[in-house]
């Protein structure tokens, strides 16, 4: 049988594999700071013996898409989105140091910062924010975290913590099978100085949803056009069987 | 069958609930104290088909590997405590708190339950009890041919009755505060009961200690912002709306291959 029915098959195993990477990124339209994933397909020589005549498809995830999602008022203290580059610094459902732009923080019931899945934020020590109990938080833009402790004048602020920011170089960061992103071996990065938080604020989701939704549509056609390769090729055979067939 | 389906569907149920979330806030514009609801998302674990770095042949290997998200999940509501606006009513049983705190409200069982609303009544006995019937804590019973009925600043309440000129003293309302009072379970009926991430009570006099301070014939409205909300309700019809065609789109493939083939 003609090998054409392989090839066809991977391509159509290829789209809906692709596919799922988009339904993904749609899927988390409103997740606050998610990252879209990039999709693409590559072609995929059969190495073996004999001549190379054959070119299967590969769909792979080449990097994630960190441009800045759109900045929501949300007037909350405790919410933080990164302005510009940049990540914060949390401890990693591993106990690695992983980043994030999910500024949603609350504080849990050991008076840690925590974002909104539990994970503690990072402070400039390295370990997680303790915040004692306050009247009123402040995050300022370079992520000084200032509170006016309970029952004391307006004047008693104090300094508790500085949340840890980073800006690592371009590839360095890529996302990790819990969603969050990971340094190679997960080595922490240093805390930059330059990076700016804005108190108050959410980022939205990066995902683009008409271009996921196009290329959605694009892939069912080029999906169907894979299932008519298919359907050729079996036609071809049993053409084939016809004409040899002994009648 | 094909994994573009079962995220579809994740990012579906996720809508859903945030469509809840966001009518149940509307549901409550005007409840008396609301505070309103925010729905967490966070997208669901990666899963590796191809690790990135894999050998593919004797000298070539994947540059990059392909992880498929496989879709989001909510993983929490956050109530957002920011005050309300205060209305003034005029009435002298209302009472709003203005800054953190809570009222105590002595529940049927014996448990002490919190709450920001101040619509005040009296029961058969004179008792201060909520809307609900549920008696005021600590408890404050008021004596017959009540003329007056005053609330200061610090809870005092203070009462004048007939033929008698001078007011007297029956108590003090108290405040409750809590360090992370996100961490309060809401119970309905404008109550919070305590939990292990709230931590335990701070109970104390309204004005000190940072407690807010409590005002007679106003109360707070709800937090709820209806403009915010019908904001946030476009986008998730959209947001679902596109979920929904990914599962269209999903089924017209899958019902074309077993057409075709």
């Known amino acids: 049988m003609d090998k054409v029915l392989y090839v066809a098959m991977t391509g159509a195993r290829e789209n809906m594999y692709a596919q799922q990477a988009h339904a993904n990124n749609l899927a988390n339209a409103t997740t606050t700071g998610f990252k879209s994933d990039f999709e693409q397909a590559r072609a995929m020589r059969v190495l073996g013996e004999g001549y190379e005549s054959r070119v299967y498809s590969m769909s792979e995830r080449p990097g994630t898409d960190l441009d800045s999602g759109t900045l929501m008022q949300t007037g909350r203290d405790l919410d933080v989105a990164v302005a510009g580059d940049g990540w914060l610094a949390v401890q990693g459902p591993d106990g690695n140091e992983v980043y994030t732009r999910n500024g949603s923080l609350q504080i849990n019931a050991a008076n840690q910062l925590v974002t909104g899945s539990g994970l503690p934020v990072i402070g400039a020590g390295g370990g997680p924010i303790v915040i004692p109990p306050a009247e009123n938080i402040t995050i300022g833009n370079d992520g000084t975290v200032t509170i006016r402790p309970i029952g004391e004048n307006a004047v008693e602020i104090a300094l508790v913590d500085q949340i840890k920011l980073v800006q690592p170089e371009q590839g360095q960061l890529f996302k990790g099978r819990d969603g969050f992103m990971h340094t190679d071996n997960d080595v922490p990065l240093a805390a930059n100085p330059n990076v700016q938080v804005r108190a108050g604020y959410l980022e939205s989701s990066n995902v683009n949803a008409i271009s996921e939704l196009t290329s959605m549509i694009s892939l069912q056609r080029q999906f169907e056009m894979q299932v008519k390769m298919m359907k050729t090729a079996e036609e071809n055979s049993s053409a084939a069987a016809e004409v040899l067939s002994m009648s | ?261």
């Open chain 2, 1 to 261: 069958m094909h994994g573009a389906l079962h995220v579809a569907k994740t990012g579906l149920s996720a809508q859903d609930t945030q469509l809840k979330v966001i009518s149940n806030n509307l549901a409550n514009v005007s409840t008396v104290g609301f505070k309103k609801d925010r729905l967490e998302f966070e997208d669901l674990l990666y899963q590796v088909r191809r690790q990135p770095g894999a050998a593919t042949g004797e000298d070539s290997m994947l540059p990059s590997g392909l992880q498929l998200g496989s879709g989001v999940r909510t993983v929490s509501t956050q109530k957002l405590f920011h005050t309300g606006d205060m209305q003034i009513t005029d009435q002298p049983f209302d009472v709003a708190i203005n800054g953190r705190g809570f009222l105590q409200v002595a529940m049927p069982n014996g448990d002490i339950a919190y709450t920001r609303n101040g619509e005040l009544h009296l029961d058969g006995e004179n008792r201060l009890v909520t809307s609900e019937g549920y008696l005021v804590e600590p408890a404050i019973t008021l004596p017959d041919q009540v003329t007056n009925f005053s609330v200061g600043n610090d809870g005092t309440v203070s009462v004048t009755v007939a033929g008698d000129p001078n007011p007297q003293e029956l108590g003090q309302l108290e405040l409750a505060d809590f360090v992370n009072p996100q961490g309060l379970q809401a119970t309905g009926q404008n109550l919070y009961i305590e939990t292990a991430a709230s931590g335990a009570p701070i109970v104390g006099l309204a004005g000190e200690e940072g407690r807010g301070i409590i005002k007679q014939g106003m109360l707070e409205g709800s937090n709820v912002n209806a403009v915010e909300e019908l904001v946030d309700m476009i986008t998730t019809q959209r947001a679902y709306e596109m979920n929904s065609k990914v599962i269209s789109t999903a089924d017209e493939m899958l019902s074309y291959v077993s057409q075709q083939l």
